[in-house]
T-cell receptor, first 114, second 119 residues
Framework: DTGVSQDPRHKITKRGQNVTFRCDPISEHNRLYWYRQTLGQGPEFLTYFQNEAQLEKSRLLSDRFSAERPKGSFSTLEIQRTEQGDSAMYLC????????????FGPGTRLTVT | AQKITQTQPGMFVQEKEAVTLDCTYDTSDPSYGLFWYKQPSSGEMIFLIYQGSYDQQNATEGRYSLNFQKARKSANLVISASQLGDSAMYFCAMRVEISHGGSQGNLIFGKGTKLSVKP
């Protein structure tokens, strides 16, 4: 399977714990995006990378959130001191370049904070 | 500010009939792209169709077509010959292609329409 993969698919954690999600984009794609989707809503943009550079961050990305793409391949999204409001589906997408119009999405990581 | 509006929370359609899902958008940028994605209950977003703001013809992809009316700022999705497997959430999204000297790649999504296909 050469699509976008995300790990884990599901995560249940207690409030106050730290969690980390991983996204592996399609191998030749240099753009990688993170979105968050809460119940009944469309995905909301969090941040994106061009290769290893983080080019834009949404104001939704509080200082408890950090994302990295150290070698321009896979990316991690860490949430520190989780809150119940962080419960959501976290989606990763990748695209070939800034010009390419299609973003390919992964299956998402569903986070539940108890 | 860029915004996508989908006014139909839920829609029903009989199998084999056509259905139109509404989408209106708001942007002041001249260059943008409009997208439709399908999200089954499994959660994965599946790309369906794309329309560029400068495209003269409406986009079509198999049973999907996009009814692009630029003056009305609408980008409705038409699904012909509905199938049971079309039951899912459908999201309209927009991307500003070039903005203020930079290139923005992120998508702005609407709240979605839940389509249910009846046998």
């Amino acid at each position: 399977d050469t699509g976008v993969s995300q790990d884990p698919r599901h995560k249940i954690t207690k409030r106050g714990q730290n969690v980390t999600f991983r996204c592996d984009p399609i191998s030749e794609h240099n753009r990688l995006y993170w979105y968050r989707q809460t119940l009944g809503q469309g995905p909301e943009f969090l941040t994106y990378f061009q290769n290893e550079a983080q080019l834009e961050k949404s104001r939704l990305l509080s200082d408890r959130f950090s994302a990295e793409r150290p070698k321009g391949s896979f990316s991690t999204l860490e949430i520190q001191r989780t809150e119940q409001g962080d419960s959501a589906m976290y989606l990763c997408a990748s695209s070939l370049s800034a010009v390419s119009y299609e973003q390919y999405f992964g299956p998402g990581t569903r986070l539940t904070v108890t | 500010a860029q915004k996508i509006t989908q006014t139909q929370p839920g829609m029903f359609v009989q199998e084999k009939e056509a259905v139109t899902l509404d989408c209106t958008y708001d942007t002041s940028d001249p260059s943008y792209g409009l997208f439709w994605y399908k999200q089954p209950s499994s959660g994965e977003m599946i790309f369906l169709i794309y329309q560029g703001s400068y495209d003269q013809q409406n986009a079509t992809e198999g049973r999907y077509s996009l009814n692009f009316q630029k003056a009305r700022k609408s980008a409705n999705l038409v699904i012909s010959a509905s199938q049971l497997g079309d039951s899912a959430m459908y999201f309209c999204a927009m991307r500003v292609e070039i903005s203020h000297g930079g290139s923005q790649g992120n998508l702005i999504f609407g709240k979605g329409t839940k389509l249910s296909v009846k046998p």
